[in-house]
């Protein structure tokens, strides 16, 4: 056997590697919700770190692990590569298929587990809203899935909306940029592969009786090339509406994605303007350098807005300054205030977001601004009380199900 780990872990040397996936004791694993794969599959929990282990042939784990890799160097939304397991051989001296380690994203949920008889279409828009924004990125950054679908992306809430993460990318590749060949192929296989899981619901009657299965492909396609248009298509500005061109940074700024340079050349009247967008993750980026905490975009934005009012009420000129008392008096405090038994429900930054909204609407009810220390407390007791342990399932042992229980009872126990 031989190990090829970007994270060294020990414990990982104790598996036991002479036996096929399938075949692993209970002992070792922790049942979790997964979408449907083509291979084996299996969750581990070491050191409190859970990983997510896929048995497959060498060269697919090699490219994978490759590709996972230069990912996370771009900081591209996709789970973390841990390593390779190689050489692996039975008791008897056969061979063994490699095996795929990567960590598993906490707080994550595969599409699966998103789906009831009660998954309102509105929750759908929002799980499609974050798939597009997904390709969108991923094609800007000149990657080719291969297989984009529903079944190889993990969601993560993000302050009332998704985002989204690739999970299997052993059937993509990297380039400097894509063409539009490459493009369309993605968006056809995604036609494709979420129409089948779309009927695959629908016949487990999993699938809300509003939902049509055709619709929804053509829901994803169009919201992905709206997408695609707002951030790449060159715009024609006349001489005296400059000031369009600082609309159309914002706009792209709004949506999450940031500009590093605008090319620009004259035409008559005016002037051809197109932006050069990096990368998505704009809210995200400010938020991590004014304060040191990692959010999703969505949720970085709220904080943002937090912070920014915090700002303007404090009378604080200097935007570090505010920051820093923003984190120490205000979300610091709050994050605190979270019993240790509520604190697995969901991640800090997304009880911080739902605390906002939740102080809204409080305020809103009673005409006047309610304050954060009444709001804290009556979301804490009337709303995060009740909600799913987002994380608990990472305690579950698969002895405690038995083989058809164990992914009917994860998904309802997350998705109630």
Not at 363 to 390: C, F, I, N, W
């Amino acid at each position: 056997m031989r190990i090829t780990s970007a994270l060294v872990d020990p414990a990982l040397l104790d598996l036991p590697w002479n036996v096929p996936l399938e075949e692993w004791p209970a002992a070792h694993l922790v049942a979790l919700p997964q979408g449907i794969s083509r291979h084996i599959v299996r969750f581990v929990k070491l050191n409190e770190t859970v990983y997510a282990l896929k048995e497959t042939r060498e060269r697919i784990a090699e490219k994978e692990y490759d590709l996972l890799r230069a990912l996370e160097r771009i900081d591209f939304p996709a789970v973390e590569a841990v390593a390779i397991v190689n050489d692996r051989q039975d008791d008897d001296g056969q061979p063994l298929e490699s095996v795929l380690i990567t960590r598993h994203l906490q707080f994550s949920l595969p599409y699966r587990a998103l789906f009831s008889h009660t998954l309102r279409p509105e929750t759908m828009n929002r799980l499609l809203d974050a798939l597009a924004a997904l390709i969108v990125r991923m094609h800007l950054t000149g990657f080719s899935w291969g297989d984009c679908s529903l079944s190889n992306t993990l969601f993560r809430r993000d302050a009332g909306a998704f985002a989204a993460y690739l999970v299997d990318a052993e059937t993509g590749n990297l380039y400097p940029k894509l063409s539009e060949g490459q493009r369309s192929e993605d968006i056809e296989i995604l036609r494709l592969n979420i129409f089948g899981e779309c009927l695959d619901l629908q016949a487990a009657e999993l699938l809300h009786e509003a939902i049509d299965p055709e619709a929804v492909v053509d829901d994803i396609v169009a919201r992905y090339e709206r997408l695609w248009h707002e951030v790449t298509y060159e715009q024609e500005v006349r001489r005296d509406a400059r000031h369009d061109i600082e609309g159309r940074i914002r706009r792209l700024n709004e949506l999450g994605f940031d500009v590093a340079e605008v090319d620009m050349s004259t035409v008559d009247g005016g002037y051809r303007v197109r932006p050069k967008v990096v990368d998505a993750g704009y809210h995200t980026r400010r938020l991590l350098r004014l304060t040191g905490l990692d959010a999703e975009e969505n949720q970085a934005r709220q904080l943002l807005n937090d912070l920014d009012a915090y700002r303007a009420e404090s009378d604080l000129v200097d935007e570090q300054q505010a920051a820093h008392r923003w984190l120490t008096e205000v979300f610091e405090p709050v994050v605190r205030a979270v019993p240790a038994n509520l604190r697995r429900k969901l991640e800090p930054q997304e009880i911080f977001s739902q605390i906002i909204q939740h102080k809204w609407l409080l305020s809103e009810r009673a005409g006047r601004d309610v304050g954060m220390g009444p709001a804290v407390q009556s979301y804490l007791t009337d709303v995060l009380a009740h909600k799913p342990d987002e994380q608990a399932v990472l305690g579950v042992e698969v002895s405690a199900l038995t083989d058809g229980e164990q992914a009917d009872d994860v998904d309802a126990a997350i998705t109630r």
